[in-house]
C-alpha cells in the first residue's frame, strides 16, 4: 500500500508498507521531497528486517547514505573501496 502527503512547509511524504509472512520479514519505504538552495533534494528512507537506510539524494545524485544513522562512504556504495 502506498499513501501521499504534503506537508505544511511544502514538502512532500510517500510511504509504501510490504509484508511477507513466508519470509518473515517487512519492508516499510517512504520518502520526502523538498527544495534547498534551489536544488531539489530527495530523502529516501527503507527499513527492512530491523535496518534502517535513508538516501539522499541531490537531483538524481546520491550524496549520503545512512544505515542505523551511521554515514557510510559513497565509494563503497558505488562499488569502490
Known sequence: MTS???NADGTVNA?????DPRQ?????KSSRQYV???K??????M???GN???????GRTLVERRINGKVERLERIEGGL
Open 4 to 6: 501521499y502527503s504534503t
Open 15 to 19: 510511504s509504501m508498507y510490504r509484508s
Open 24 to 28: 518473515g520479514t517487512y519492508t516499510n
Open 36 to 38: 534547498e538552495k534551489g
Open 40 to 45: 531539489s533534494v530527495t530523502i529516501k528512507t
Open 47 to 49: 527499513e527492512k528486517d
Open 52 to 58: 534502517k537506510i535513508e538516501d539522499k539524494y541531490v
